[in-house]
Nanobody, 123 residues
C-alpha cells in the first residue's frame, strides 16, 4: 500500500495550493479517499473526503467553501485544491482511504499512514 502526498509548500495567507496524493492502484479503485492534516502539537484531523465515483464529497467545517477535493481514477490520484489559505491551515497533509465508504473517512485511527506533505501559511 502506497500513499504519497505532494504539492505542499510555503504560501502567504489568502493564497492557494494544490495537493496531490498518488495511490497504489489496487487500493484506489472504488475506495473512498480522504485528506487529513496535523499541525504541530495538535491531533490529526479530517479535512475532506470523496467517494469512489467522485460524485459525493464531505468537508470539515473549517475548510468548507475554500477547499475542493477531487480525484482522477485513471491516474490513481486524489487532489485537494486549497484556496483562501489561512495560517491555521498550516500542517502536514496526508491522504488515506476506507473501503467502507465516505462516512468512515471522518475517523483518524487508521492503522498506517503514507508520506505527508508540509503546508505552511504565513500571516
Amino acid at each position: 500500500v502506497q500513499l504519497q502526498a505532494s504539492g505542499g509548500g510555503f504560501v502567504q495567507a489568502g493564497g492557494s495550493l494544490r495537493l496531490a496524493c498518488a495511490v497504489s492502484g489496487n487500493i484506489f479503485r472504488n475506495n473512498a479517499m480522504g485528506w487529513y492534516r496535523q499541525a504541530p502539537g495538535n491531533q490529526r484531523e479530517f479535512v475532506a473526503g470523496i467517494n469512489g465515483s467522485g460524485f459525493r464529497k464531505n468537508y470539515a467545517d473549517s475548510v468548507r467553501g475554500r477547499f475542493i477535493v477531487s480525484r482522477d481514477n485513471a491516474k490513481n490520484t486524489v487532489y485537494l485544491q486549497m484556496n483562501s489559505l489561512k495560517p491555521e491551515d498550516s500542517g502536514v497533509y496526508y491522504c488515506n482511504f476506507d473501503t467502507r465508504g465516505l462516512p468512515w473517512l471522518i475517523r483518524t485511527d487508521f492503522a498506517s499512514w503514507g508520506q505527508g506533505t508540509l503546508v505552511t501559511v504565513s500571516s
